[in-house]
């Protein structure tokens, strides 16, 4: 089951660098949600944080799952698309709604 719901806000200058989620014991998949403004969610390799990586357009409820081998690849978020967001979300910025098992 899922025990950890990590939930972040981004403004418009908002950024978060390329990061791996390896604090947990389980290697179940994290789950993300994107409510809001759209953003460019860079997805990488798991050996660094350079190149080779993918960005995707992440967009107001989008599902993004990443498991298996892809579960400690490197991540991050280099821009927020500012404007994006659906006007009957009422919402200004992107929120995050990231899913993970513990393990503990």
Do not use: Q
């Not at 993300?32 to 990586?53: H, I």
């Not at 107001?60 to 821009?79: E, K, Q």
Request: hydrophobic residues 40%; proline residues 5%.
């Amino acid at each position: 089951a899922y025990d950890i719901a990590l939930i972040n806000f981004y403004d418009a200058d908002a950024r978060m660098g390329m990061h791996r989620d390896s604090d947990e014991k389980s290697d179940a998949p994290v789950v993300s949600l994107s409510l809001g403004d759209s953003c460019v969610f860079r997805f990488g390799n798991t050996e660094s944080r350079a190149r080779p990586y993918t960005d995707v357009e992440l967009r107001s409820g989008d599902l993004f799952v990443f498991g298996g081998v892809s579960r400690s690849a490197f991540h991050g978020v280099p821009r927020v698309l500012a404007g994006t967001s659906p006007p009957e979300l009422g919402l200004t910025g992107r929120l995050n709604v990231t899913l993970r098992v513990s393990g503990f």
